[in-house]
């Protein structure tokens, strides 16, 4: 076992600071990380605040971050996949069972014995609960370690780890392809890798915002179209011709506005989490035999199918990049909303 810096929370009422924590050396199946970049997301925020304690407690100290971009620094005698030296990235999840129905399908994020990075319980015992991204270096099993494809801006790939997989991934899922129109609801930081992910996959792509000054940006994003979702004529154009719609809204909103634009057999997925249940009509669903899904992140094939897809197309989330130093001042600017469109912490200022 060695120590780590890191910042960490040590209540719900901390601000984070600056902290030593327990790393495991590396076993044979093991890769150690110098972490270059990791991303903030929402889910760090609902953390370190305690704000999931209903479902999902946690464990103090905390030290969120899974969207971890980094170089090999060892591996265990075992392992086959990295070598010192190589760039990979470590998303939401640490470790599986490796046994289980759904691993062995490569969806390993439907495990019922799955390890998330960060506030799950550490199975090697180094410490009361896994311990994230946040910090200088982190060791994780071979199978749960990425390739980072050369090119690509690393703290732009960063949260590719998990915005860009929880868009990915039901597009894929949901057969996104040329000649599909596809609706992205909400630009935010989900919601811009969507309209990336959509338009590269060559969809016909719409986004819905309730904000006129955010037109000019999806477009450049890559959306064919903007509605303002607050103009009932602009949505009335639409009904009944989607294909498919990716709903990255986290506040509360009519979920039927958006089931109603589907065409017969059309789907729209959440990706957002409002707090509150959304109430759903019955006839939304019943007319067209449409569906209203939910989709988390992907499996390990499939996020690795997607970073190699960004680098295919040069594709990165938007970031602005901040010291460690500053992310107390970033956890208050995402309350308001204010990041285009995701933060990214540079780790060598924590060195």
Not at 38 to 55: F, K, P
Not at 61 to 80: N, Q
Not at 208 to 222: C, M, N, Y
């Amino acid at each position: 076992m060695y120590k780590t810096k890191a910042y960490s929370a040590a209540s719900k009422t901390s601000k984070m600071a600056l902290d030593s924590i327990p790393r495991r050396d590396p076993t044979e199946s093991d890769v150690q990380i110098e972490i270059l970049f990791c991303g903030i997301c929402h889910s760090d925020l609902h953390t370190v605040r305690d704000e999931w304690a209903s479902v999902w407690p946690t464990v103090f100290p905390a030290v969120p971050g899974h969207e971890i971009v980094g170089k090999v620094t060892k591996v265990g005698a075992k392992v086959t996949k990295h070598k010192v030296g190589d760039t990979v990235a470590v998303g939401c999840l640490v470790d599986s069972d490796h046994t289980c129905a759904q691993c062995s399908k490569g969806l390993e994020q439907f495990c019922p014995n799955a390890t998330f990075t960060y506030n799950a319980p550490d199975k090697h015992g180094t410490a009361p609960v896994t311990y994230g991204g946040y910090s200088d270096s982190i060791v994780v099993n071979e199978r749960f370690v990425l390739r980072v494809p050369k090119g690509l801006d690393l703290a732009g790939a960063a949260p590719l780890l998990c915005a860009g997989i929880t868009t990915y991934s039901p597009m894929k899922h949901w057969g996104v392809t040329k000649g599909k129109k596809v609706g992205v609801v909400g630009l935010g930081g989900l919601g811009h890798m969507g309209v990336k992910f959509a338009h590269a996959l060559g969809g016909h792509t719409v986004v819905f915002t309730t904000s006129p000054g955010k037109v000019e940006d999806a477009k450049r994003l890559g959306a064919d179209e903007v509605v303002i979702s607050k103009n009932a004529n602009e949505m009335a154009k639409h009904v009944g011709s989607f294909d498919f719609i990716l709903d990255c809204v986290s506040a509360d909103h009519d979920i039927n506005a958006y089931l109603n634009l589907l065409k017969p057999d059309g789907t729209v997925t959440l990706v957002g989490a409002p707090e509150k249940p959304l109430p759903v009509s019955a006839f939304s669903l019943l007319f067209g035999r449409r569906s209203l899904s939910g989709s988390p992140i992907g499996g390990l094939p499939e996020t690795q199918e997607m970073l190699d897809f960004c680098g295919k197309n040069n594709i990165t989330s938007d970031v602005e990049v901040i010291p460690i130093q500053k992310v107390n001042e970033a956890y208050e600017r995402l309350l308001k909303q204010d990041v285009k469109y995701r933060f990214c912490i540079d780790m060598a200022s924590l060195r």
